[in-house]
């Protein structure tokens, strides 16, 4: 598509590339998109964190994540989960509750997804009541 010149990928293309190329480990598609003037979106930063969480890269998807932030790209539950269930792989459970106010104090509501995270995290980590209060919130919030 590139060197035929016939058709200019767009952010669909490269975010179904991204996609592929994450699944086989390789997150640096972000940057050719820019380099070929298209503009990555929520889609294209939500799936090179989410690979690079699954990677146990979290401190790198931290970075991109803030980068998102500050060109102006609004994050989703679907970003937070992954950030969420990245740093609750590595045993930071404070992050994931930090995450988890931050998400809800900008009006993003937690899923089924996010509390099941949580709940299988605190359970691991020996604490009921934290598990428990998550569960009741997860009632509340229906």
């Known amino acids: 598509m590139l ?3 016939h058709s200019k990928p767009n ?6 590339l991204t996609k592929g190329f994450c699944m086989r480990g390789n997150n640096r598609l972000l940057r050719k998109m820019e380099e070929r003037g298209c503009e ?4 294209s930063y939500s799936t090179i964190i989410d690979s690079l969480c699954k990677d146990t890269l979290v401190v790198d998807a931290m970075k991109l994540f803030s980068e998102m932030i500050t060109r102006g790209i609004a994050p989703t539950v679907v970003t937070y989960n992954s950030l969420i269930h990245g740093v609750c792989n590595i045993g930071h459970w404070k992050e994931a509750t930090k995450l988890l106010n931050e998400m809800v104090s900008k009006g993003i509501f937690p899923n089924v997804v996010t509390f099941n995270v949580l709940v299988d995290t605190f359970c691991k980590e020996g604490m009921v009541v934290e598990a428990k209060s998550v569960v009741l919130m997860m009632i509340q919030r229906h």
């Open 3 to 5: 060197q035929g010149g």
């Open 11 to 16: 952010v669909v293309t490269f975010n179904t």
């Open 40 to 43: 990555p979106d929520i889609v």
